[in-house]
Every structure is written in structure tokens, then in C-alpha cells.
């Protein structure tokens, strides 16, 4: 089991430019989220995805959108990078209860780190 | 509104044991996580506690009073390994977790 594997793991990007990070896990988990970490503060979520074809915002969802076409895999793109979108990127997913709950329990990529000039 | 508050900070010596303490609010509350996040790399899940009192995973334990909306993270034997930072998250009423800036831990020989 890879768990969850997120693409690319380094990114420099010019301001204005777009991309896309890629996350999938094959765990077949409903929810998968994408956050962001900055030096000195916690995670931030930027969105979340309750299962296939559905996607909600968080806390930092401004300048962000996500696609998750698949049960697998959750998209987080950056329409026009800003440097304030410098970071790291966490992709994570976790299970759903059989009463629908998150579990809480989240598995984690290895982080993406952002960098735009 | 909801806050996570855990100290920045701690410095400990190898063999020694440390507490790591967390106070909350949120809206709602469905349990307490923590993980570790050694530098450079993602958090790992350490502990779960959504009833009062202590649960013991080895050299790892973790505490919760939900009344007064306290945690602590106690862990003994300390080994060089430890030195990460330690990551408080409730989960509030809508199951997500609220993440605390973490506490970085400094293992010294």
C-alpha cells in the first residue's frame, strides 16, 4: 500500500501561473482534505471532500479550487499563484464510520512545498 | 471562537519525561487527537481520547477533561527519536479537527 502519495513534492512557480497538486490514496477513504502549514501556525484546511463529487470549503479556501472526480484522488489547484500561496501542502484522508462520522484519524502525503516568486 | 493553546515550546532530557499540556474551545467536541510531526515531515497520528481520564500506548499517554478543556500528552523514557514537534487537535461538532501551532520538543542527550 503506497497510502497517500501527493505529486509534485517541490514546486517553484512565477506569480501568476497556475498548477494543479495531485493527491491519491488507496485506502478507500471517503474524506480527503488538502492544508496548508505555515512556520508558526497549525494546519489550515483549504478544502475538504466528504466522498466522490463533492467538495466543500474550510478555514483558507480563497484563491484555491478542488476537483475529486474520483474516489481516489483529490485535486487542489491555484488559478494565479500569489506569494502569500508560498507553503507547504498537506494532502490527508480518513475514514467514515459506519454512522457517517469522520473517524478523525488522518492519514497524511509526504507535503508539497510551494514556492512562488 | 475556536482556539487551541499549547505551548511553543519544551526542552527535555533523554530519559527524562515530559508533559505536553493543550487547552481548547470549540464549537462542540468529538474527541481529541494528537500527532507528531518530526521536522520536514507530515504528522502521524499518536493518540485518541474522547471520554475523561488517560489512555497509555506505551511510552506515550494522553489525558482529557472535557470540562474544563484540558489535555495533556505525557511521554516517558525519553529517546532522541522524540524530538518533534506534538500537535493538539480537537475535532468540533461538524468532525473537524481544529489544529493547535503544535509544541516543538527538544530532546537533549
Known amino acids: 500500500n503506497a497510502g497517500v502519495t501527493q505529486t509534485p513534492k517541490f514546486r517553484v512557480l512565477k506569480t501568476g501561473q497556475s498548477m494543479t497538486l495531485l493527491c491519491a490514496q488507496d485506502?478507500?477513504?471517503?474524506?480527503m482534505y488538502w492544508y496548508r502549514q505555515d512556520p508558526g501556525m497549525g494546519l489550515r484546511l483549504i478544502h475538504y471532500?466528504?466522498?466522490?463529487?463533492?467538495?466543500a470549503k474550510g478555514e483558507v479556501p480563497d484563491g484555491y479550487n478542488v476537483s475529486r472526480l474520483k474516489k481516489q484522488n483529490f485535486l487542489l489547484g491555484l488559478e494565479s499563484a500569489a506569494p502569500s500561496q508560498t507553503s507547504v501542502y498537506f494532502c490527508?484522508?480518513?475514514?467514515?464510520?459506519?454512522?457517517?462520522?469522520?473517524?478523525?484519524?488522518?492519514?497524511f502525503g509526504e507535503g508539497s512545498r510551494l514556492t512562488v516568486l | 471562537g475556536q482556539n487551541i493553546d499549547q505551548p511553543t515550546e519544551m526542552t527535555a532530557t533523554e530519559g527524562a519525561i515530559v508533559q505536553i499540556n493543550c487547552t481548547y474551545q470549540?464549537?462542540?467536541?468529538?474527541?481529541l487527537f494528537w500527532y507528531q510531526q518530526h521536522a520536514g515531515e507530515a504528522p502521524t497520528f499518536l493518540s485518541y481520547?474522547?471520554l475523561d481520564g488517560l489512555e497509555e500506548k506505551g511510552r506515550f499517554s494522553s489525558f482529557l477533561s472535557r470540562s474544563k478543556g484540558y489535555s495533556y500528552l505525557l511521554l516517558k523514557e525519553l529517546q532522541m527519536k522524540d524530538s518533534a514537534s506534538y500537535l493538539c487537535?480537537?475535532?468540533?461538532?461538524?468532525?473537524?479537527?481544529?489544529w493547535g501551532a503544535g509544541t516543538k520538543l527538544i530532546i537533549k542527550p
Open positions: 490527508a484522508s480518513s475514514y467514515k464510520e459506519s454512522g457517517g462520522a469522520n473517524t478523525g484519524e488522518l492519514f
Open positions: 471532500s466528504v466522498g466522490e463529487g463533492t467538495t
Open positions: 481520547n474522547v
Open positions: 485506502m478507500n477513504h471517503e474524506y
Open positions: 470549540t464549537s462542540g467536541f468529538n474527541g
Open positions: 487537535a480537537p475535532m468540533d461538532s461538524n468532525y473537524q479537527l481544529i
